[in-house]
């Protein structure tokens, strides 16, 4: 079966108002030109950036079954312009789920050696505050979007980072980029970002602490102290202090290249 093999040494590139661009190729165990011929048009592609293939030369047999090749790529004719098909945007809002030790008011307190000075503490069970899992909003979407050329070195940095400027709608930090997949069909790039988003929260309290603020990504906890409960006679825990913590690095989602 014929292999098509580009070579870097040989390549010819013009930029400005006339571009054009000519790439060699080697073309192994090809016993003809009908084969060299089905096994260049399977193999190069459509596209160079935004130049066409307009042709494809046999410029030389080195043996017999080694041939030489040129694909020469101008700008494309209008009927030849290429057609990106529109992004996919797919979403959920089933949110996600979070360790919290806090609650937003206790509603009750039954039983003799109940406390109302745990600020809000839950499962405390005379040593530690257990806390509890709940589902907090998370919106997740991704974006499908069709490409001639791809910024993989972006994609894989922006991994993992938070939004440093807005971005589709949610303020800084609120964003955060779980990664890129992609495929690529003919001379089209297939990548589909995925997002999580988180909203930023001012003017939290927790316990007898106020004015607590966090972004979206940030992890907030809070550090417990020792305390006695007169009224009824118990030793409690209660908040001391609550710390916002950077866990995530900002980035530039721009580079992603899918603005608008």
Not at 13 to 39: C, H, L, M, Q, T
Not at 198 to 203: A, E, L, Q, V
Not at 215 to 244: H, M, S
């Amino acid at each position: 079966m014929a292999t098509v093999l580009e070579l870097f040494k040989g390549r010819s590139e013009a930029f400005g108002a006339r571009s054009w661009a000519e790439i060699p190729y080697v073309v192994f165990d090809a016993a003809n030109e009908a084969a060299v011929k089905a096994a260049a048009e399977a193999e190069i592609e459509e596209w160079y950036g935004d130049l066409y293939l307009k042709s494809i030369e046999i410029q030389e047999r080195i043996n017999a079954t080694t041939w030489r090749l040129v694909a020469r790529y101008e700008p494309p004719d209008p009927s030849e312009k290429q057609t990106l098909p529109d992004p996919v945007v797919a979403f959920d809002s089933t949110g996600g789920t979070q360790h919290i030790t806090q609650s937003l008011q206790t509603v009750g307190i039954y039983g003799p050696a109940g406390s109302n000075n745990l600020g809000g503490a839950i499962g405390y069970d005379g040593e530690r505050v257990a806390g509890c899992d709940i589902v907090v909003p998370v919106w997740n979407w991704s974006e499908t979007h069709y490409k001639t050329s791809i910024n993989q070195s972006a994609y894989y940095a922006l991994t993992g980072k938070v939004n440093s400027g807005s971005f589709r709608g949610f303020s800084t930090g609120e964003v955060l980029f779980l990664g890129a997949t992609g495929q690529k069909r003919g001379g089209i790039w297939e990548v589909t970002f995925k997002f999580a988003a988180s909203p930023n929260k001012s003017g939290i309290t927790i316990g007898g602490i106020t004015n607590i603020s966090k972004k979206g990504w940030e992890y907030l906890w809070v550090q417990y102290g020792d305390a006695v409960d007169t009224n009824v006679k118990v030793r409690i825990k209660k908040p001391v202090a609550v710390y916002v913590e950077k866990v995530y690095e900002s980035g530039d989602f721009s580079q992603l290249g899918i603005s608008g």
